[in-house]
């Protein structure tokens, strides 16, 4: 049975270093971030945002607390299980694009499947490639794309091996507004017409506004969240977070 929860956290801590020196990047995160819904997480520099999705997918360790992505626990996971569950049921996108610049569009798309050795859907792909209008661009190498293009064989990428969820750190950082408003459109419409489930980290309002629940970290706490926001909203409530004095409650 499929639950409405694709990924949660309980009593999230994360401290980086030790001592006097230590930084309690999360501190008793309790989130659930529910399937087939574009999650947005903001805050203030600093405030846990890249550390809380680094836990939630797999690539960082909490320091206590559980993590539970598409029912499975993923906080207390060896490596080697971790490595497979990344490959198989998590897709990512980050904000440098990471393609291989030796490879075409297209090979870099299929890369995670050939890894994995698995077979190409070719209808999900088909679908993928177009709703991402790149039919005509597969191929290319990635430095004959444009930024916005290189994202969107990105986000392919992440989504050609139907994940439970795809992880976005920033994915609209390096873009000007015309492209970041394409990749946008599609991380949405990938979970409007495709029925993904979505995470993404920005630090950018109109970025939130395409997503359908905001959350605002400070201090490594989870402080409010907003549904159905506007960018007006989102710029509002961040505002009232960096006016907060520092360790406020
Ligand atoms: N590897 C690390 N070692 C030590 N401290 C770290 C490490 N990674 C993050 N931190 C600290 O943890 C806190 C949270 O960092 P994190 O990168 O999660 O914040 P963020 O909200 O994503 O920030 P930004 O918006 O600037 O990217 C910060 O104080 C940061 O300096």
Do not use: W
Not at 210 to 235: K, N
């Amino acid at each position: 049975m499929t639950t409405p929860v694709i990924a949660s956290a309980h009593e999230l801590v994360k401290v980086y270093g030790a001592g006097a020196t230590a930084v309690r990047a999360l501190d008793g995160v309790d989130v659930d971030l529910v399937r087939g819904e574009l999650t947005a997480i903001m805050g203030p520099s600093g405030s846990g945002k890249s550390t809380l999705m680094h836990c939630l997918a797999g690539l960082d360790r909490p320091t206590s607390g559980t993590v539970v992505v598409d029912g499975q626990t993923v906080s207390s996971m060896s490596e080697r299980k971790l490595t497979a569950l990344r490959r198989t049921r998590i897709g990512f996108v980050f904000q440098a694009y990471n393609l291989v610049p030796t490879l075409t569009a297209l090979e870099n798309i299929t890369l995670p499947l050939d890894i994995a050795r698995r077979e190409v859907d070719q209808a999900h792909l088909d679908l993928v490639v177009e709703t991402l209008g790149l039919t005509d661009r597969l191929g290319h190498k990635p430095s004959e794309l444009s930024g916005g293009q290189q994202q969107r064989v990105a986000c392919a990428r992440a989504l050609v091996a139907r994940p439970a969820v795809v992880f976005a750190d920033e994915p609209t950082g390096n873009l000007d507004s015309t492209s970041a408003a394409e990749v946008l459109g599609f991380l949405r419409s990938s979970v409007d017409d495709l029925g993904q489930s979505v995470v993404m980290v920005t630090h950018d309002p109109t970025s939130a506004s395409y997503a359908h629940r905001v959350l605002f970290l400070a201090d490594g706490r989870l402080v409010g969240e907003l549904r159905d926001p506007t960018a007006e909203g989102v710029l509002a409530a961040l505002t009232g977070l960096t006016a907060r004095p520092t360790g406020a409650p």
